[in-house]
């Protein structure tokens, strides 16, 4: 089996630090089905391509509308 250095899943806090976003915001997201989660044990893990996906369907910064 080939391992790369890829992260798979994220914790919360690695997660909301990937993001630099605070950790209640993603559990937020996670209750409101927006990004999607697993559980392994008592564990939340966000799989990278869950939290890729879920960073593509935020609205985009138009040039010069930073509000």
């Known amino acids: 089996m080939l391992y790369t250095d890829e992260t798979l899943a994220y ?3 690695g997660a909301s630090k ?3 976003i605070g950790q209640t915001k993603i559990y937020e997201e996670i209750k409101l089905g ?3 989660a697993v559980k392994f044990g008592r564990r ?3 799989p990278a ?3 890729r996906d879920w960073l593509d ?3 985009k910064v138009e040039a010069g509308n930073h509000d």
Request: charged share 15%; aromatic share 0%.
């Open 44 to 46: 939340t893990l966000v």
């Open 34 to 36: 927006r990004l999607k």
């Open 57 to 59: 369907t935020l609205s």
């Open 49 to 51: 391509q869950a939290l």
């Open 11 to 13: 914790s919360i806090k």
């Open 18 to 20: 990937a993001c630099n």
